[in-house]
């Protein structure tokens, strides 16, 4: 176990070590574990002050940056690839995103970007996680897990606590962000050789999997204006749930 807990995958896959696959016993423990901790942490925000949910807000946003520097570090001194796991990953912006929002609470541009863009992502990320190649309990799967959940659970806490109204005009705001984020990540990945939110090869990932195939199999500007399509129909899908929630919400109000 301190043998392989710090491993990359690029050495553990080839010294025969095993991990573990979606939905499996250790990936549903993982996950009930997360859901109660993400209630619990929403739950305290929503019932704490304003001071104390400034506090709260500040120290997640700090935690998180600082648990990315932590990986970073993790990977300089034992000899894993950095150049292909630097923070520029989707999720990595949402960390930014979060910081600036913990910092301007009152912002209107990074709360759409964070409720209909880092929160279906984190989510995926947890459902189908990245380090399945890993033992379950190891840096890897570990750091994957807790960064992804921490950043559903701030946004579902300002969000349940009714700091964050969303509207349709949001929704084009997070896509036009995304699409601003894009152009240089994408000559970034074309000059460096890495795959930066997916942009150059779907890495085996389902969803973007299947926006490959569709494409044409052979990357480049029609898989790129395949995700496009891909992120307008989950940014609506993300719409529809926050609408269904807000009607859920003006009902119990209008019965009580």
Known sequence: ????????????????????????????????????????????????????????????????????????????????????????????????AILIDALWPENRLFKPLLCYAFLPAAFVALLFPTTTAYAPISFYPIHHFILHACIVAYILARYAAGEIRLDYKGLWIAFFSLCVLVIPLYFLDAAFDTNYVFLIDHDNNPAFKLVWDLSGGTGGISYILGLGVLGLVVLHATYGIFAAVKAFRKRLARNR
């Open 1 to 96: 176990m301190q043998n392989t807990f710090w491993m990359h995958k690029s050495i553990y896959t080839q010294l025969g070590g095993k991990g573990f696959s979606f939905f499996s016993l250790p990936h549903l423990i993982w996950l009930a574990v997360l859901v109660a901790a993400i209630a619990l942490f929403a739950f305290v925000y929503r019932v704490s002050s304003a001071g104390r949910r400034g506090n709260i807000r500040k120290g997640a946003a700090l935690f998180l940056i600082l648990f990315e520097i932590g990986k970073q570090c993790v990977l300089a001194l034992t000899g894993a690839p950095v150049a292909h796991n630097l923070p520029l990953h989707f999720c990595s912006f949402a960390e930014y």
